[in-house]
């Protein structure tokens, strides 16, 4: 289990990795798929550029953590992101975080620029925090984002316009003459957790709203402001939404989505009848939402379905993957969303590396058909990076096989495998409390404890003796009215290195077997990075790790695709790929 402190009482929308790790430990298995060797392997030093990622986006070197104000503009992706200049630890004392930039054709391949927001004046002298970014009409961009303005971490919010629109980059920006535009003056909050203003809407009235998460009187509140022009802004006197759950939401998203379309909203436009509202908020070291409807009389966000445990709530990501940010793509007419996912070392491992902190693959999201939940799949350009493909059809796996999948680079690949069940009568019983920790049944019924239907799935980044293993995997449940599939990632012998977070991660989900019978699971590996997207990705969990086979470098990682359960499960298609290394260029 893991010990977290939050630096600057949360301040930022993050955890710290300057914490402190326990080792997480269980017993060897000998059955089924798993074992142990008992030979000593030596472990190298952590730092290796083999642990830096290959097509995940991270900066050249330094710190690096949420994304702010992602937009698509004149044919250009723009990536802008909190990065500490000074080096790779946070930057929780020198007061000092800024707005990387980053800038794209493809959402592949970037070229890094100098800095955009720094510390410069008195409305964000103490560090230019998490934001949004919204496109006004005559094709303006804005920014906006929290300046912290003092020790006593006060925070405001603050507008930034771009210097010269006809710069295809943007690479420089004057921030509002008004700043701050929005102060915490409201009765009964805390300015030292009121922060990360989301992209504007337009409402019924013409106005343009934004939404502040803030610590109102106790209560997670969204704080909703309305402008006429974009720089002056008045509070109104309600919340978007508050809920008395948690005491503070963090990297807050607030956009539309229309059930059964992968299509994205503007939400800087009129949106259509019959569409949905998604708040999603940070909390507990974890991306939620809910799903619901914007109430345009009262302006309000009126959830579908409220639910009292926030531990029930949904969330965008079941993994390392905190402060996401989500715009709408002009380009594609999509909505793509990515997060930040720290380094689960220790804070002077990061600093002997020179860097720390990447960011998810760009994801398309949009709403299921049945309008439950929200589905996520890496950008289809991310496909340009393939090569060598290879292809299996027809395989079977019974209780205890393992099918090695050879012919790609293991360290760098995207995998793609169809699972198909040829009963689904030994499915277990399904007991509702574990949608409480779905983490703690992944550790109990891991991928070692033989199953009915399941444990199913992929094993990678092994080393030859299987010291080392990651394992993505499923385990089918029956519950009174439908089937309950429980995805994991477990990283709990994913390195013999000491010092890791090394948890088993995990997600429920839904689904009727009867009709489709067919689970997949698609698993981008790239170094340091496992990210998982199981059943058409309606869970996604991504993951860190560091083996000792990556660096040891001595015949590479295997792969394996498994079944550990009683019942017989085909895999009627198997693709794999190697994946090129993305260009990041300075």
């Known amino acids: 289990m893991s010990v977290f402190t939050v630096w600057l009482a949360g301040l930022a929308c993050m955890f710290s990795t300057s914490v402190l790790f326990q080792i997480l430990v269980r017993p060897c298995s000998n059955g089924g798929v798993f074992f142990c060797s008992q030979s000593s392997t030596k472990i190298p030093s952590i730092v290796s550029k083999r642990y830096r990622t290959a097509y995940h986006f991270q900066p050249p070197k330094n710190w690096m953590n949420d994304p702010s ?49 720094v510390p410069d004046t008195p409305s964000d002298i103490c560090g230019c925090w998490t934001g949004s970014a919204t496109i006004l009409p005559g094709n303006q961009p804005a920014i906006t984002y929290t300046g912290l303005i003092n ?31 929005i102060q915490p003056v409201i009765p009964g909050l805390n300015s030292s957790q009121f922060r990360d203003p989301t992209t504007g809407w337009i409402g019924p009235d013409g106005l343009w709203r934004i939404a502040v998460g803030a610590d109102l009187n106790g209560s997670s509140t969204a704080l909703l402001y309305k402008s006429e022009d974009f720089l002056n802004w008045n509070s109104v006197e309600h919340p978007l939404y508050s809920s008395n759950s948690f005491d503070m939401w963090e990297c807050l998203d607030f956009f539309a989505v229309l059930s059964g379309s992968n299509g994205g909203l503007d939400m800087s436009s009129a949106i259509p009848n019959g569409a949905k509202h998604v708040l999603k908020m940070g909390m507990d070291y974890s991306d939620k939402y809910m799903i619901g409807v914007y109430d345009l009389k009262r302006d309000v966000f009126v959830p579908d379905t409220v639910i009292d445990d926030y531990r029930l709530w949904l969330r965008i990501d079941y993994g390392n993957f905190y402060a996401s940010k989500s715009f709408f793509d002009s380009k594609q007419g999509r909505r793509i969303i990515w997060a930040w996912s720290n380094e689960t070392d220790a804070s002077s491992d990061d600093v002997a590396k020179g860097w720390a ?15 439950k939940r929200l589905l996520q799949w890496p950008v289809e350009e991310i496909e340009s990076l393939r090569r060598n493909e290879i292809n299996h059809q027809g395989l079977e796996l019974k209780k205890g096989d393992l099918f090695e999948i050879k012919g790609i680079d293991t360290l760098q690949a995207d995998v793609e495998i169809d699972f198909e069940l040829t009963s689904i009568d030994d499915a277990e019983p399904f007991d509702p409390s574990w949608l409480l920790d779905a983490p703690k049944q992944c550790r109990e019924a891991d991928a070692s404890v033989h199953g009915g239907i399941g444990p199913f799935g992929l094993v990678i980044l092994a080393s030859d003796n299987m010291e ?71 869970v996604c969990i991504m993951a860190r790790v560091y083996p000792v086979a990556l660096v040891n470098d001595d015949g590479g990682p295997h792969m394996f695709a498994f079944n550990n359960g009683s019942a017989t499960v085909r895999v009627p298609q198997l693709r794999a790929w190697s994946m090129r290394r993305a260009q990041v260029s300075v």
């Open 69 to 117: 104000g992602p937009m698509y503009y004149n044919d250009i992706y723009h990536e802008f992101y909190q990065y500490n200049p000074d080096g790779s630890n946070s930057p929780s004392l020198s007061y000092n975080i800024v707005w990387g930039h980053s800038v794209s054709t493809d959402l592949v391949n970037w070229i890094g620029l100098e800095p955009v927001l």
């Open 468 to 538: 080392e293993q990651t394992v993505v995997h499923f385990r089918v449940y029956k519950s009174q009215e439908k089937y309950m599939i429980l995805m994991c990632t477990d990283l709990r012998r994913s390195s013999l290195r000491p010092g890791l977070y090394t948890p088993a991660y995990g997600g429920f989900f839904e689904f009727d077997l009867e009709k489709e019978r067919k689970i997949s699971l698609r698993t981008l590996i790239d170094r340091s990075a496992v990210e998982s997207f199981g059943g058409g990705g309606r």
């Open 151 to 181: 020790m006593e971490k006060h925070q405001v919010q603050n507008i930034a316009l771009p210097k010269n629109r006809s710069d295809p980059y943007l690479r420089e920006w004057t921030k509002a003459g008004n700043n701050p535009v």
């Open 357 to 371: 902190g990447i960011h998810s693959i760009p994801r398309t999201i949009w709403l299921d058909s049945d309008g």
